[in-house]
């Protein structure tokens, strides 16, 4: 059995109004046995496609070398747009080696809502996939039952938007905190069936045949970045 945990720590600090939220870098950033063209940092596989969104929106120019050059530029970009990274898997175990979330067993979940406590600036969620088995909005929901906190729906089509209150008392004061998740679609290949199902998708790729599953992520992930 591979111990498949994060290799790293949550990127967060006090300004971040917004946090990424996955589940684990494939296993051989644990291992640190990158490819090249990989970045040793978060979502840095050069198979993933958060970073390529990312620069397509922001005009970024960023490397996609292991180098740390390329670790620098996210990081001043993450900083400078005040979006944090905190994954929500802390480790799991793996009968195969392969960066399936289905195969992932005997999960450890890392404390989102502690963290949340901790960076009250936090207003927005963006879960890097859906609440399928093994998602991070399906881990989401276990963590927050345990809580005794609920989401709400605040918009059921894709991307999916809930939000929930994690207001606090603070002596005899209350202090109001709401905070909206939002459910984009995995930035990885094989979510790209799922992306082809869409009827939105069917509709902009009948009217622009050029238009590919790449350019619909973009597409979705720019008003909330």
């Not at 740390?68 to 080696?97: H, M, P, T, W, Y």
């Not at 890392?110 to 399928?132: A, C, E, H, K, M």
């Not at 002596?171 to 290949?189: E, F, H, M, Q, Y």
Request: hydrophobic share 35%; glycine share 6%.
């Amino acid at each position: 059995m591979f111990l498949h945990y994060h290799p790293y720590e949550p990127f967060l600090f006090e300004e971040a109004t917004k946090l990424i939220v996955g589940t684990l870098p494939p296993p051989r950033f644990t291992l640190k046995a990158l490819k090249p063209n990989d970045v040793d940092f978060c979502y840095g596989s050069r198979d993933g496609q958060l970073w390529r969104i990312l620069d397509i929106i922001f005009d970024l120019g960023l490397k996609y070398e292991t180098s740390e050059r390329a670790v620098q530029q996210r990081k001043e970009f993450l900083i400078n747009q005040k979006i944090g990274i905190c994954d929500i898997v802390e480790s799991a175990e793996r009968e195969k080696i392969d960066a399936s979330d289905l195969g992932m067993k005997h999960v450890k979940l890392r404390n989102l809502i502690s963290y949340l406590r901790q960076y009250p600036n936090v207003d927005t969620l963006l879960f890097t996939g859906g609440n399928s088995k093994n998602g991070p909005e399906y881990f989401f929901r276990k963590l927050i039952k345990e809580h005794k906190l609920k989401l709400s729906v605040v918009s059921n089509e894709v991307p999916r938007i809930h939000e929930f209150d994690l207001s606090e008392q603070v002596g005899d004061k209350v202090i109001s905190r709401k905070i909206k998740t939002v459910s984009l679609t995995a930035p990885s290949g094989a979510a790209n069936r799922a992306v082809g199902s869409l009827d939105s998708y069917k509709k902009l790729k009948e009217v622009n045949p050029g238009f590919t599953t790449f350019d619909f992520r973009v597409m979705q992930y720019r008003p909330f970045f």
